[in-house]
């Protein structure tokens, strides 16, 4: 029902910005909460951002709240992350998601889609 194309990924210094963006399909975008993860080589898959529908409810995961932040256009079908202030400790492959509800957040299992993934590497 809803296929998620990540873009923007790169290489970056340290203290640089990067903004993210995920494409979605179809016109059933904006029924659903948006999140954003990243895994890093032998690490869990881990909780970055999310947003509600009407961009009204926005979650951060500690480590990226105050750099990071997520927002949504319905009319583009589109979520982005813009992430500032980037740190060595932020290179991972990052990736969003979909899913019905704004709860369970941090639970990468409760998302029912996912893109391909976007390689985001800063450099010190």
């Known amino acids: 029902q809803v296929q998620l194309v990540e873009s923007g990924g790169g290489l970056v210094q340290a203290g640089g910005s990067l903004r993210l963006s995920c494409a979605a399909s179809?016109?059933?975008?904006?029924?659903?909460?948006m999140g954003w993860f990243r895994q890093a080589p032998g690490k869990e898959r881990e909780f970055v951002a999310a947003i509600g529908l009407s961009s009204q409810s926005t979650t951060y995961a500690d480590s990226v709240k105050g750099r990071f932040t997520i927002s949504r256009n319905n009319a583009q079908n589109t979520v982005y992350l813009q992430m500032n202030s980037l740190k060595p400790e932020d290179s991972a492959v990052y990736y969003c998601a979909a899913k019905r509800y704004y709860i369970r957040l941090y639970y990468s299992g409760s998302y029912d889609y996912w893109g391909q993934g976007t390689q985001v590497t800063v450099s010190s």
């Open positions: 179809g016109r059933t975008f904006s029924s659903y909460t």
